[in-house]
Nanobody, 120 residues
Framework: QVRLVESGGGLVQPGGSLRLSCTAS????????MGWYRQAPGKEREPVAV???????TYAVPAKGRFTISRDNPKNTVYLQMNSLKPEDTAVYYC??????????????WGQGVQVTVFS
């Protein structure tokens, strides 16, 4: 069992920045993947970015060039630095943990979600 605790959501104007954090606890072994997904109102949850504990990253197209995912393995923490935010980035952002090194995939453990709202 893995527990994920997220922080860092909030309100920001277009062009602004936010940094999300997520810390995993519980049965956290090596060779895993942590990352972020998001769900906007009326839409399905979609991937944003993931990173394996060896440092391999995968970004969804909307995140490329604006978002940066990173992690601190000793702390079992993943970060998502979001720059140049747009109104269409407004969504609930969910942290995800998978116990294998992989890319995107709608499985594993999920955090409770944090709201990110980009408004003008």
């Amino acid at each position: 069992q893995v527990r994920l605790v997220e922080s860092g959501g909030g309100l920001v104007q277009p062009g602004g920045s936010l940094r999300l954090s997520c810390t995993a606890s519980g049965t956290v072994f090596s060779d895993n993947t942590m990352g972020w997904y998001r769900q906007a109102p009326g839409k399905e949850r979609e991937p944003v970015a993931v990173v394996t504990d060896s440092g391999t990253t995968t970004y969804a197209v909307p995140a490329k060039g604006r978002f940066t995912i990173s992690r601190d393995n000793p702390k079992n923490t993943v970060y998502l630095q979001m720059n140049s935010l747009k109104p269409e980035d407004t969504a609930v952002y969910y942290c995800n943990f998978k116990s294998i090194p992989t890319g995107f995939g709608n499985f594993g453990w999920w955090g409770q979600g944090v709201q990110v709202t980009v408004f003008s």
